[in-house]
């Protein structure tokens, strides 16, 4: 009875929204607003629109490749040493973005809902419900995904609709104020917030029906993109820029603004944190799950084995490593800067060249012929 | 010719008696071959064949049977033919009249008068005689003993080393009554008992397809209890039923007593709270399941049967929701998934929200709940906790005591105590409101596994609300979430009606569609058939996608 796990094509989507989501849902408005005006929800869609061209370029070479997922793509693409250094950069991003979101999410937690309780504590209880999670396998994963996607849904959409009353119209003078320019360069940071994409290729190999992903693909970029784009509108809305550069997390600010005129719950923080809980949450699971398949690829280990599961718990020493590596809030910034130039380079560097490296080759073999 | 007779059958009777008393000799010189408190194994009597002579069987059968006083043994003599027959059975657990009517009358009474004078063979008693449905021979004592104790009789004859086995199986029972555990309002009121046969019977009764399967098995190696395994050929997953079986036949226990049992033995995750297969006592809910493309697993002498594979909205689903108008029966469900959330979380939630985050509730009534604790003695932790343990007392006292006294309890405990705790200064009086609406809502679930399972979730959920506050209840609910994502029974995930999204599995989830659009049968089964509803539009697309 016990069958090989398939995914179906309707999961494509639901994970690259679950993945997709991540930390920059409370700083994406500020990165943006430092930079440019209201229209920096244009930049938003503009980044959109490349993760989309980029996951194609994915879901392209995950075709070319049946079976293999993204890891073993780099390591067939680039050969042994440049591909086992690609995986080892791959796998810091990853487990890098995943650190670094847990230490924000740490900090957040401290700051707003939990003042006494210790760091490490919170930390830990994350660390292990994630591992567990990650343990239980693929099918316990999409499981969960599908589960939680509805709830995180609702929660947002609900978060979104309460502070449209507190739009402040003036802030709507003067779209575009400063040019077209800012919102170029405001692409490039809005990308970062659209990282979690890179989740498609490791997933790919155990589709269905791998084909049929396609239209998936474009709904479960597509969401995160409304999402974002109305999150940084409505924070410039409320704010306006001047005021939101200043906000350390624009989004907790505003959800925290909301005063329900209901008497049912003052305000909706628990909303807010059971949200920001399953953010974080499904980061760690996925980053896990992709770090760990990177591991896989690099060392060719058999499930089952104590190699496997010793490779299994390196992924939360790394991941701990990272959350209490910076001293203070300066320093997780400056780190956060690294592996975001890190995750720049791989994303728009190493995703192209697989797909050039692959198309050469393949002119390579026909010129053979 | 009379005379001739009469002196025969005296010279038969003396030889007879000349016979015995040789026996009586015999028997006095005889070494006793056997100790007395012999221990009897099945498969010892798989080697023992049925002997020529009826004294040898019976001497046999005496000896299986030493302390055994309900057995009994009835030696017959059929005059006309002159031969000797030995009944056996278990007093109790036959049918009386088919002993007396089809076996005994049938052989002394009604005997044809051409028979008179000539041996009757083994075949002919069998075949016109014995006037009772259910006949089969048997060679072993395996077979015969097993057979003896299920409630059939078994007949030898002088000179055959053969035994027959005439189905007489008859016992008191209770009678079809009301399901006590699943009560409804609308739709069939009978449930199962503890005869399988009668369970059977229902379930048949429904399903008059030539494809119910109903494959019987047995269990226990000293009780031998009979297990029938439920299905539709045709229409469950393929290779299912047999990974059932196998489970079932691989089952190596002493003793069966009840479904319940059986079903843990089969369960794949032995280490969880969350129930893996739904038992019910209503044989509708039994036959929806088996139409569906499950399997239904009855146990003799359980009137629970066990329903696998099963997934987690099965817990939460009422036969009621089937008999209702559709929105209702959908408004009514989502209360009741509402309510597991609420059994499960609620007193730990009141925990957190009133230690870490007062500032989440509205002033007038932080300042109530404020109010109400001012002298109280305890932490709001203690309190919830002392009240809960009164309640699983309540709960516990209530389910063991005769109805009557059952009532008392509930009054005693619900409002004097409630009242009193309050009054004393011991507890605040929202606190047993909060306890008294996480148990009523607790009621709501028409399983009661699942009903128990809300309970021990409590513990946990209180002990993260007063550590961690909101974060530890949403991630042990996280966790929670994660572990039931990875329990699977036969190859079914325990979430696999949610994800991934299938319009057709989520019909009959939280919401129920009305009949007319329920088409197809659930795509998580996997059915071979899949149609349900005849003239059926988009049987073939409409596959997956949402």
């Known amino acids: 009875m016990k069958n090989k796990f398939e995914l179906s094509s309707i999961d494509m989507a639901t994970f690259l929204i679950m993945s997709i989501f991540g930390v920059r849902i409370l700083t994406l408005p500020r990165i943006l607003a430092a930079r440019m005006d209201l229209g920096s929800w244009v930049s938003v869609l503009m980044a959109g629109f490349i993760t989309l061209i980029l996951s194609f370029m994915m879901y392209w070479f995950g075709i070319k490749y049946p079976g293999k997922n993204g890891s073993e793509i780099v390591l067939i693409t680039f050969g042994k040493y440049i591909g086992t250094l690609g995986i080892f950069a791959i796998s810091i991003h990853i487990l890098g973005a995943a650190g670094m979101g847990l230490r924000l999410f740490g900090d ?119 999402v974002y784009a109305a999150i940084v509108f409505l924070c410039v809305l409320v704010f306006g820029d001047d005021e939101m550069a200043w906000l350390l997390y624009p989004t907790i600010t505003l959800i925290k603004s909301i005063q329900v005129e209901v008497q049912l719950f003052e305000r909706v923080e628990s909303l807010l944190i059971t949200m920001w809980i399953i953010i974080v949450f499904m980061l760690l699971v996925l980053s896990f799950y992709s770090s760990y398949l990177n591991t896989r690829a690099l060392f060719k280990t058999k499930a089952g084995t104590l190699k496997d599961r010793f490779s299994r718990y390196v992924q939360i020493i790394v991941l701990a490593a990272f959350a209490f590596l910076p001293k203070d809030v300066i320093e997780q910034q400056i780190y956060r800067e690294y592996i975001q130039i890190l995750g720049r380079v791989l994303i728009l560097g190493f995703i192209p060249a697989i797909v050039m490296i692959t198309l050469l080759k393949e002119r390579k073999k026909k010129g053979e012929k | ?101 089809h076996l005994i009358k049938p052989i002394l009474i009604d005997m044809a008068p051409e028979n008179y004078g000539r041996r009757l063979s083994f075949e002919e008693i069998r075949d016109s005689f014995i006037s009772a449905a259910e006949i089969k021979e048997a060679e072993t004592f395996d077979e015969l003993v097993l057979q003896l104790l299920s409630g059939d009789t078994l007949l030898f004859l002088e000179g055959q080393n053969r035994g027959l086995i005439i189905g007489s199986k008859g016992w008191e029972s209770r009678g079809i009554s009301e399901p006590t555990t699943e009560a409804n309002v609308q739709g069939p009121k009978d449930c199962f008992v503890e005869t399988l046969q009668n369970n059977i019977t229902s379930i048949r009764r429904r399903i008059r397809d030539p494809n119910l399967a109903i494959e019987m098995l047995k269990v226990g190696r000293r009780s031998k209890t009979d297990v029938a395994v439920v299905y539709l050929k045709g229409v469950i997953m393929d290779g299912l039923a047999q990974s059932v079986i196998e489970k079932i036949k691989k089952v190596d226990v002493d003793s069966l007593l009840d479904s ?103 002033p007038r009534l932080a300042l109530a709940i404020t109010t109400t604790r001012v002298a109280l003695p305890f932490p709001t932790f203690v309190e919830v906790f002392i009240m809960e343990s009164v309640i699983e007392i309540m709960q516990e006292a209530g389910l063991r005591l005769p109805q009557a006294i059952g009532q008392t309890v509930s009054i005693v ?81 325990y979430f696999e009606d949610f994800s991934p999204y299938r319009l057709r599995d989520l019909k009959d989830t939280m919401v129920k569609v009305p009949a007319s659009l329920m088409k197809d049968r659930p795509e998580l089964l996997k059915p071979q058939d899949t149609v349900r509803q005849v003239n059926n539009k988009s049987s073939g697309e409409n596959q997956d996608e949402k």
């Not at chain 1, 779209?175 to 994409?197: E, R």
């Not at chain 2, 929202?430 to 607790?442: D, G, K, P, R």
């Open chain 1, 108 to 226: 957040t937690l401290k700051l707003y809902l939990l003042p006494e309780t210790p760091f490490y504590a919170i930390v830990i209880i994350m660390i292990g419900v994630s591992f567990y999670a990650f343990d239980n396998g693929l099918k316990s994963i999409s499981t969960l995904i599908n589960i939680l996607l509805p709830v995180l849904v609702l929660l947002i959409s609900i978060l979104l609709l309460l502070p449209i009353t507190k739009i402040d119209k003036t802030n709507l003078i003067n779209p575009f104020g400063l040019g077209v320019m800012p919102i170029i360069k405001g692409t490039i940071p809005a990308l970062d917030a659209f990282y979690g994409f890179t989740i498609l290729t490791y997933i790919m190999p155990y589709f269905k029906e791998p084909q049929s992903v396609k239209k998936w693909i474009v709904v479960g970029v597509g969401i995160p993109i409304i």
């Open chain 2, 1 to 101: 010719m009379a005379t001739m007779r009469k002196i025969e059958l005296y010279l038969y009777n003396v030889g007879n008696d000349c016979m015995r008393l040789i026996d009586k000799i015999k028997g006095v010189f005889r070494k006793k071959a056997v100790e007395k408190d012999k221990l009897f194994q099945y498969e010892e009597f798989k080697e023992r064949y049925v002997s020529k002579s009826l004294k040898e069987n019976r001497d046999y059968l005496q000896q299986v049977f030493t302390h055994t006083k309900d057995i009994i043994i009835r030696n017959i003599t059929i005059r006309a033919t002159k031969q000797n027959l030995m009944i056996v059975f278990v007093d109790g657990m036959v049918d009386r009249n088919v002993v007396n009517e």
């Open chain 2, 260 to 362: 319940s049992q059986l079903e843990y033995l089969i369960e794949e995750r032995k280490w969880t709270i969350f129930p893996q297969s739904v038992n019910t006592e209503r044989p509708d809910k039994a036959c929806a399941a088996i139409f569906e493309g499950r399997i239904a697993i009855l146990v003799d002498g359980s009137p629970f049967a066990v329903l696998v594979p099963s997934t987690f909205s099965m817990y939460l689903d009422a036969s009621d929701d089937y008999y209702t108008r559709p929105l209702v029966a959908s408004l009514v469900r989502f209360t009741r998934y509402f309510c597991y959330f609420l059994s499960a979380s609620l007193p730990g939630l009141y925990v957190a929200i009133t230690n870490f985050h007062p500032g989440m509730l509205p």
């Open chain 2, 413 to 493: 405990g619900g409002i004097v105590i409630g009242q009193a705790a309050v009054q004393a200064g011991l507890v605040s009086p929202i606190v047993t409101i909060i306890v008294a609406l996480t148990a009523i809502a607790s009621f709501t679930l028409p399983n009661y596994n699942a009903n128990l399972t809300t309970r021990t979730l409590r513990i946990p959920f209180i002990i993260a609300g007063s550590t961690f506050g909101f974060f530890g209840i949403v991630m042990l609910a996280l966790a929670i979430l994660s572990h039931m994502s990875a329990i699977e029974t036969f190859g079914v995930g």
